[in-house]
């Protein structure tokens, strides 16, 4: 999490309605200072309610009042190369490790043994990890061969050759040749390929050698066959909590400020000689990760893979939908809704919770506002919580995971049947709004700060803080999962790109998951979370409360501190489309 120096901000007194939001010409809004002009006034409405919870909702009041959160697992580790640390994340002891470019000075200790480390893919990580890797390596002039791997006939050869990967250095070539030649094979094809391809990929590694995967995606998929990894194989995971654009832009700046990436948790499946953990952690360094966490591979895809379909895509894509209409509908202008929900989360919301966390949001606020963030928290906790505890109950179960793979397999012609590839999303009227807002957006401006959407965002974020919580995530991978990914990775560009940009152009398996559970946010918070707005239901103070005094924001303020004040950088020019989504038009 960025810790930038805090964005310097002030308020307009703002007079809203729990209603939320006709326009008006009366009452002034709440705007940032410096962008005032792009939140016009609201008509003063009825004041926002305020009261005790509502009656009849036994399992929320059981839910707020006696919280049952499972105590976090105490995932330790051993290095012998590397420095641990102990933090204290709300109350819990957990180790990482912290990185920077001053500790490439012990990967070829990490990586003893290791001649060629294998890049298998050239999708959504393949670029980043394998430019790192190199970058890395050659700066402590190691003579270990980072080389990719790509299928006979992939058009990604000419993306690789144009990144410096070539067959006649020996650093680009087939992909099976590649796995059976490398000692450490980093496999970063998409999930569902390598739910198709996993036989194949194993019976071609030396024994000895190390599988690296950068997601618990494939343990899950064996798992729900009743399958594991080969016994004499290593394997190891180093996941990035950020998309492939991000590990590679963050890593670029952190050449001018030292440590600048993004974060990354690790974890040792299985160790065939003792050198797992290093050479994960010398992986993680390599990245740029500015600190490293432990956990598992069934911890990480649960929380992963939850993840991208609740508030990091599939969540925020639904909410957005849900508010835009909302508001236009009550008669605000397309351009200015628009502003009011994707800008307002993507912009001023995130760097606010990026820098200074969830509560400089609240903060932020007037005191008439604070009761509009209040009316939407209030009114979009336990919807949102719905949606987010069934789909994690369906990543643990495995249906989720046996869904990609389907999916995936769709994408093909078989059976007689014509191929099946995921359409685009972005020529509905909202995306073609966001379009022409983002055409005359003032270069820094980072939408307005609007209460009604702020308060539906946080209670999102906060639901599903809980649900990791109360499923025994270490606080790590809960802050990582559900804050740093989101505000200092996916909307930024989000911000740049707007969100179906995001959602057309991920991985596989999140733009799956945010295409197939976005609708169910949209529906649930229209049909309740709005019902209940409407309908004057007293704000559920007891949430109000909680969500003030969680111990979850002073863990994010230990998180903002181990990472350094830059803030990633998304070029307006920048290409960030995945090569094959390019180039297939889709």
């Keep these: ?114 001649k060629q480390i294998g890049v298998i893919g050239w999708g959504s990580q393949g670029p980043a990890q394998a430019q790192n890797l190199r970058d890395s390596l050659a700066e402590v002039k190691s003579d270990i061969v980072v080389k990719i791997g790509l299928r006979k006939g992939s058009r990604s050869f000419a993306e690789a050759r144009a990144a410096g990967f070539t067959e006649e250095n020996g650093t680009l070539g087939d992909i099976w040749e590649t796995v059976s030649s490398s000692d450490l094979v980093l496999l970063l094809i998409s999930d569902a390929a390598q739910a198709d391809n996993y036989e194949k990929v194993f019976s071609h590694m030396k024994p000895n050698s190390i599988l690296g995967l950068s997601h618990g995606f494939l343990l899950g998929h064996l798992q729900s066959m009743g399958l594991d990894f080969p016994k004499n194989i290593s394997v190891i995971a180093v996941c990035p909590k950020g998309m492939g654009p991000s590990v590679r832009r963050l890593y670029v700046q952190g050449k001018e400020i030292n440590g600048a990436g993004i974060n990354s948790s690790f974890g040792v499946h299985q160790d065939v000689d003792g050198r797992a953990t290093d050479v994960a952690l010398g992986w993680s360094i390599a990245l740029g990760s500015p600190f490293t966490f432990a956990t598992t591979l069934e911890q990480e895809y649960r929380s992963d893979i939850f993840g991208e379909r609740g508030i990091l895509l599939g969540a925020v894509h639904g909410v957005v939908e849900s508010l835009f209409r909302r508001y236009t509908e009550n008669g605000m202008s397309e351009d200015l809704a628009y502003k009011n929900t994707v800008e307002c989360i993507t912009g001023i919301v995130s760097k606010t919770i990026s820098t200074k966390g969830m509560l400089a949001v609240y903060n932020a606020l007037s005191e008439d506002a604070k009761k509009e ?47 099946f590839p995921m359409g685009k999303i972005d020529q509905t009227r909202m995306w073609k709004v966001g379009e022409r807002v983002r055409a005359t957006r003032p270069a820094g401006d980072l939408g307005p700060l609007y209460p009604f959407t702020a308060g539906v965002f946080v209670a999102l974020m906060m639901a599903q803080i809980e649900i990791l ?40 398996t999140a733009r799956l998951g945010s295409r197939k559970w976005a609708p169910r946010f949209d529906y649930i918070l229209t049909q309740q979370a709005l019902v209940a707005v409407d309908n004057d239901t007293p704000i559920n103070q007891d949430l109000i409360s909680n969500f003030l005094s969680d111990p979850v924001h002073g863990a994010i303020e230990v998180c903002a501190q181990l990472r350094p004040t830059v803030d990633i950088s998304v070029p307006p020019d920048a290409d960030f489309v995945r090569p094959e989504l390019r180039q297939s038009g889709n």
Excluded: Q, W
Excluded at 474 to 502: C, K, Q, T, W
């Design 469 to 508: 919580r109360k499923k025994g995530h270490s606080y790590s991978e809960i802050i990582n999962e559900s804050v740093i990914e989101a505000v200092d990775s996916l909307n930024p560009f989000m911000h740049a790109r707007g969100v179906s940009f995001m959602v057309d152009n991920c991985s596989t």
């Design 1 to 114: 999490m960025a810790a930038a120096a805090p964005t310097s901000f002030s308020t307009t007194t703002a007079t809203t309605s729990s209603k939320a939001l006709k326009p008006s010409s009366n009452a002034p809004a709440l705007s940032l200072s410096f962008l005032s002009s792009s939140s016009p006034s609201l008509r003063s409405l009825r004041a926002s309610r305020a009261g005790s919870p509502a009656s009849g909702s036994a399992l929320a009041a059981r839910m707020v009042s006696a919280p049952a959160i499972k105590p976090p697992a105490l995932l330790d580790f051993e290095t012998s190369v590397f420095t641990k640390e102990k933090i204290n994340l709300a109350g819990h002891d957990e180790y990482i490790v912290r990185g920077g470019r001053n500790l490439f000075k012990l990967l070829p200790d990490a990586f003893k043994g290791i």
């Design 373 to 419: 963030f209040e009316t939407a928290y209030s009114a979009s906790f336990y919807p949102c919580m719905d949606i987010l505890y069934e789909c994690y109950e369906d990543v643990a179960s495995g249906s989720e995971i046996r869904s990609v793979v389907l999916a995936g397999r769709r994408f093909y012609e078989k059976e007689g049947l014509p191929a």
